[in-house]
């Protein structure tokens, strides 16, 4: 029974940090139809950032951070209007590749200036354990559980009442109709854009403060596809779910059967899903006409 | 050049090669193939190889990606399924190379069938993460099937396996021979394929799966076939490739090759035979170029050594963006404007 709690408890703050990345996934998705394949790498932008303005310059860590999404925020922006505005309505294809062919860049960017020595992050995140009950968890993961669920309450208002989130719904349910009623899909896609990149360097920091600064970073960008898929790619409750599945999903199969498994059963219980709900849990459910 | 063409019979019109500047082409190119390697050094010898491995698998990959529309992110794994069953066949079954090569690919048909099932319900993205997740499955298995694969090490084969009638098959200059032989039979197989039914059936699922269905194409069948064919060849490459270098290990596999190869297809022409060739060569080639200039300011620039992998890693992004911003058709279609130009040229209007 204390094995259980335990074992939910690291699920559930595992399956907090895939929610947030898979936050960063959904918006682009949901505002661009694209999906974002340099997302881990976006991530690993965002956790060296940190490090150099915090570690390597030696500034206070709010104002780090703070710089750290100023500067996604750019890299987000010229992403959008140099990669992705010229591929406007291309197939699905091309758009895989050339967010494959951009995280290729960014990655050898990121090798290039930092190097690829696993460097160690600025422990400015409390990480001293925590008992609720009689489980164990670290602060750093419970904070990450906080981050995701008050980004989501952010998004979702977003997306409900903002001007700019009305127009990001209207552009992904049909970009000729929102043309025509006046809306610039070029200033939409900017925003969604520079607010995905943000929200991977988040994401980003907080994975960097559990793994290190290292290339790992952005490995958690592929483990998030299983998490965005279960969910539906265009839902942000999808998400926030598909992250707590996933992430008990592994802590289960990782404590009762194997932890050899536990990286692959995403995968398994991915394509089963995918052959019963071919939109995910909460995706909207696409119906073509010839 | 080759303006006024005008087919009088159906047999021309139906000719694999139209114009006298088509068959010379080929003859040309046919004949540099029969004189390259008596001529090339082992370096460039490799390059030709690993340039015919990778139009094999490229020409795969198109046939599912390009000329049936359905995005596989898992021809890595595919491949792995080629190359370590032909080494366990050879190792463990005891078969020579002759017997292996087909039934390795033959066995990564079926797989890619198995993993193809998921395209019945699933199109676009959702497909292209079904696959993926076929990648990361077909990776774990390799290195955590210690028993039959040998897990993370790596595999040797035996190397009785490469002999035929008493001859051992071995070398650069030996399997130049046997890959371009698979080469242009690929070629001139998948060329032909979309002249039939199965392979207009391919296109028109590409182009609309509904109203595909509608004229009445199987999809269930077809969509197999398309993942079935299209493993079939990465199966071959991933064979190919295991008696070539004797030896196998699963990083040669993994999602980077997916990459890789669906970057190949995108360079050299979704949908286009020749250019999956094109994209092949200009795959392995422009590596082995910027290896090569880095190495001449090796001495000049000491950090060179350290950067380079990931001058490689940027180049490789770059590439592919430039393409598909630039020149979303690839090589082919390059190489297409050049003919046209010519065609009238010097009196173009």
Same mark, same amino acid.
């Given at each position: 029974?204390e094995?259980?709690?335990q ?9 907090a940090?895939y929610a947030l990345?898979a936050l960063?996934?959904?918006?682009i998705?949901k ?5 974002n394949?340099?997302q ?12 150099f ?8 860590w709010?104002?780090?951070v703070?710089?750290t999404?100023v ?5 987000g922006?010229?992403?959008e +209007?140099f990669?992705? !505005? ?6 699905i ?6 967010? @494959? ?10 090798n290039a200036?930092?190097?690829p020595?696993?460097r160690?992050?600025p ?7 925590v008992y609720l009950?009689?489980a164990?968890?670290g602060?750093d ?6 981050i995701?669920?008050?980004l989501?309450g952010l998004f979702?208002?977003?997306f !409900?009442?903002s001007?700019e /989130? @009305?127009?990001? +719904?209207? @552009?992904?349910?049909d ?9 610039s899909?070029r200033?939409?896609f900017?925003?969604?854009w520079?607010?995905?990149a943000?929200?991977?360097a988040?994401g980003g920091?907080m994975?960097a403060?559990?793994?290190?600064v290292s290339?790992d970073v952005?490995?958690?960008?592929? +483990? ?6 279960l969910?539906?790619l ?5 998400a926030?779910? /598909? ?8 802590a289960y ?8 498994l536990?990286q ?6 991915l394509?089963?899903i995918?052959?019963? !709900?071919?939109y995910?849990?909460?995706g909207q459910?696409?119906?073509e006409r010839? | ?6 087919h009088t019979?159906?047999q *021309?019109?139906?000719a694999? %090669?139209?114009t006298?500047?088509e068959?010379a %082409?080929?003859v040309?190119?046919?004949g ?8 090339a $050094?082992?370096?460039?010898l490799?390059?030709? $190889? ?8 490229a020409i795969?990959l198109n046939i599912l ?5 359905q995005?596989s992110l ?6 792995a399924?080629?190359?370590?069953g032909?080494?366990?066949?050879a190792?463990?079954l005891?078969w020579?190379?002759?017997l292996?090569i087909?039934?390795a690919?033959l ?6 069938a198995?993993f193809?099932?998921?395209?019945l319900r699933?199109?676009g993205?959702?497909l292209?993460i079904?696959t993926?997740?076929?990648?990361q ?11 039959l694969t040998?897990?993370?090490?790596a595999l040797v084969?035996?190397r009785e396996? $490469?002999v035929?009638l008493?001859v051992?098959? %071995?070398?650069?200059?030996t ?6 032989a698979f080469?242009?039979a690929t070629t &001139?197989?998948t060329?032909?394929l979309?002249r #039939?039914?199965?392979?207009?059936a391919?296109v028109?699922?590409r182009?609309?799966?509904i109203?595909?269905?509608v004229?009445?194409i199987?999809l269930f069948?077809?969509?197999? &076939?398309?993942?079935? #064919?299209s493993?079939?060849f990465?199966?071959l490459?991933?064979?190919l490739?295991?008696?070539?270098r004797?030896i196998i290990?699963?990083? %040669?596999?993994?999602?980077e090759t997916?990459? &890789?190869?669906l970057?190949?297809i995108?360079?050299?022409?979704l ?7 094109y994209g092949?060569?200009?795959m392995? &080639?422009?590596?082995a170029f910027?290896?090569n200039v880095?190495?001449?300011?090796q ?6 050594? *350290?950067l380079l992998?990931f ?10 963006i430039?393409f ?7 090589l082919a279609?390059i190489w297409?404007?050049?003919k046209s130009?010519f065609?009238?040229?010097p009196f173009?209007?």
């Amino acid at each position: 029974m204390e094995k259980l709690v335990q074992l939910t408890v690291s699920g559930l703050t595992n399956g907090a940090i895939y929610a947030l990345v898979a936050l960063g996934f959904v918006l682009i998705y949901k505002s661009s139809d694209v999906l974002n394949f340099a997302q881990g790498e976006l991530l690993l932008f965002g956790a060296y950032l940190t490090f150099f303005f915090v570690a390597q310059q030696g500034l206070i860590w709010p104002l780090g951070v703070l710089l750290t999404l100023v500067v996604a925020v750019f890299i987000g922006v010229l992403i959008e +209007r140099f990669v992705l !505005r010229p591929l406007i309505g291309e197939p699905i294809i091309s758009m895989i590749m050339v967010t @494959i062919g951009l995280s290729s860049l960014l990655k050898a960017i990121v090798n290039a200036i930092w190097g690829p020595v696993p460097r160690e992050f600025p422990p400015f995140i409390p990480s001293h354990e925590v008992y609720l009950g009689t489980a164990v968890v670290g602060m750093d993961r419970l904070l990450a559980i906080v981050i995701a669920l008050i980004l989501l309450g952010l998004f979702s208002l977003f997306f !409900r009442y903002s001007r700019e /989130g @009305i127009a990001m +719904r209207a @552009i992904a349910d049909d970009q000729q109709a929102a043309l025509s009623m006046g809306i610039s899909v070029r200033r939409v896609f900017a925003v969604s854009w520079s607010i995905a990149a943000a929200t991977a360097a988040v994401g980003g920091v907080m994975v960097a403060n559990i793994v290190g600064v290292s290339g790992d970073v952005s490995g958690v960008g592929l +483990r998030v596809f299983p998490v965005v898929i279960l969910g539906g790619l265009d839902s942000i409750p999808g998400a926030i779910l /598909g992250g707590a599945i996933i992430g008990l999903l592994e802590a289960y199969t990782g404590g009762y059967i194997g932890q050899g498994l536990s990286q692959v059963i995403p995968f398994i219980v991915l394509v089963l899903i995918l052959m019963v !709900r071919p939109y995910g849990l909460f995706g909207q459910e696409i119906i073509e006409r010839v | 050049m080759e303006c006024g063409i005008f087919h009088t019979t159906y047999q *021309q019109d139906m000719a694999f %090669r139209h114009t006298w500047m088509e068959k010379a %082409r080929l003859v040309l190119l046919l004949g540099f193939i029969l004189v390259f390697p008596f001529v090339a $050094n082992r370096y460039w010898l490799t390059l030709a $190889n690993q340039i015919g491995l990778a139009a094999i698998g490229a020409i795969g990959l198109n046939i599912l990606t390009g000329f049936t529309g359905q995005i596989s992110l898992g021809q890595g794994a595919f491949m792995a399924v080629g190359a370590y069953g032909a080494g366990i066949m050879a190792n463990r079954l005891g078969w020579p190379i002759w017997l292996t090569i087909p039934a390795a690919s033959l066995l990564t048909a079926g797989v890619g069938a198995i993993f193809g099932i998921p395209s019945l319900r699933l199109k676009g993205l959702y497909l292209a993460i079904a696959t993926l997740a076929a990648q990361q499955i077909i990776d774990w298995l390799i290195t955590h099937w210690t028993s039959l694969t040998g897990g993370v090490e790596a595999l040797v084969l035996r190397r009785e396996a $490469n002999v035929v009638l008493g001859v051992a098959l %071995r070398g650069d200059r030996t399997f130049y021979w046997i890959i371009m032989a698979f080469a242009a039979a690929t070629t &001139l197989f998948t060329a032909n394929l979309f002249r #039939t039914r199965v392979g207009r059936a391919f296109v028109a699922i590409r182009d609309q799966d509904i109203a595909a269905e509608v004229i009445g194409i199987n999809l269930f069948l077809y969509k197999l &076939l398309a993942f079935a #064919t299209s493993s079939f060849f990465v199966g071959l490459t991933g064979a190919l490739t295991a008696h070539y270098r004797g030896i196998i290990s699963w990083e %040669r596999f993994t999602i980077e090759t997916s990459i &890789l190869y669906l970057a190949m297809i995108i360079i050299g022409g979704l949908g286009s035979v020749s250019g999956s060739i094109y994209g092949a060569a200009f795959m392995v &080639l422009v590596p082995a170029f910027i290896t090569n200039v880095g190495r001449q300011f090796q001495t000049t620039i000491p950090a060179m050594a *350290q950067l380079l992998p990931f001058i490689q890693q940027g180049i490789f992004g770059i590439v592919i963006i430039f393409f598909l911003v630039i020149e979303p058709e690839g090589l082919a279609k390059i190489w297409r404007d050049i003919k046209s130009y010519f065609a009238l040229w010097p009196f173009s209007y």
